[in-house]
């Protein structure tokens, strides 16, 4: 039978790739949306209006859904990080777990499990040699602390009996958006540089490997907890270099200095001047395999696409 999997935030970057090949295997998608207007124009996909502040969902979707994929949240990067905008990236990625949890825990359900995302944020904004496991202690930065609390709201529905997975997401590589189309801008215009140090760890994974790893986290029921999800490591300097040449444009020494970028993004430029590898060991033991483990060809095929 066809399993009916509710996707949280499913508009966005990742949502729209997993969805798609969730209904390429047959099964069935909803898409929570803050968009009452959304229209599907596949018909295994359903778009579903929810206002998380007002405690609007729709019941029945939520109560007939065999797996919830949670997606939703405010953009990192999209706005600096005034006391206003980081309360607004962690509400809205708690407060729908939390809603979510108040309707199972007083209905009848059938929900098998929950699989979220979270980020390698987890481990802070730093730039160390140490290759961080998922049993590391979450850094006392904001990325830290957003991303324990919002893994914190996932483990309650363990007291529901229900199964959690937590993918620790690297940066997603993908051709039509996210960071991957920013960090070209300036290549483009002949312009590329590595930024800061050039020596922050940038990990790493390509779109499609992550719509995969999602599919797998919910059909593989020995999934549980956290997984770091990146294909691999890579410093600053030398994604650039590669960058450059898949794109075939200059790369200039030297690097663009990091209070450049603290000018214009202020504390959010941390997420472009730090960062420390992330182990895959794990998530390599469930026996998943990536299709883009080489960062060059991927970003060959992205760029050339
Ligand atoms: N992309 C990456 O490189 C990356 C890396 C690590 C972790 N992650 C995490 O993975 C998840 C999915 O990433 P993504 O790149 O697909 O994100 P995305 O493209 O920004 O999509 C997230 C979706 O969340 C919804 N949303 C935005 N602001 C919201 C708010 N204030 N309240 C409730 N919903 C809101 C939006 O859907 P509607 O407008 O339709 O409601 C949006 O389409 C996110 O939690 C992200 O932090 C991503």
Known sequence: MAKKVLITGGTGLVGTVLAKLIVEKGDLVTILTRDKNRTSKHPNITYSFWDIDQGIIDKEELLSANYIVHLAGADIAEKPWSQKRKKEILDSRVDPIKLI??????????????VSASGVGYYGAITTNTIFEETATPANDFLGETCLKWEQAVDELNDLSIRTVKLRTGIVLAKNGGALPKMMQPFKFGLGAALGSGKQIMPWIHIDDLAQLYVAA????SFNGAYNSIAGNVSNKDFSKMLSKAMNKPFWLPNVPGFMLKLFL???AVILLEGSAASNQKLLQTGFNFQFADLEEGLRKLVGE
């Open 266 to 268: 202020g504390e959010m």
């Open 101 to 114: 949890y108040n309707y199972l825990n007083n209905n009848p359900n059938q929900l098998k499990a929950f």
């Open 218 to 221: 919910i059909e593989n029921d």
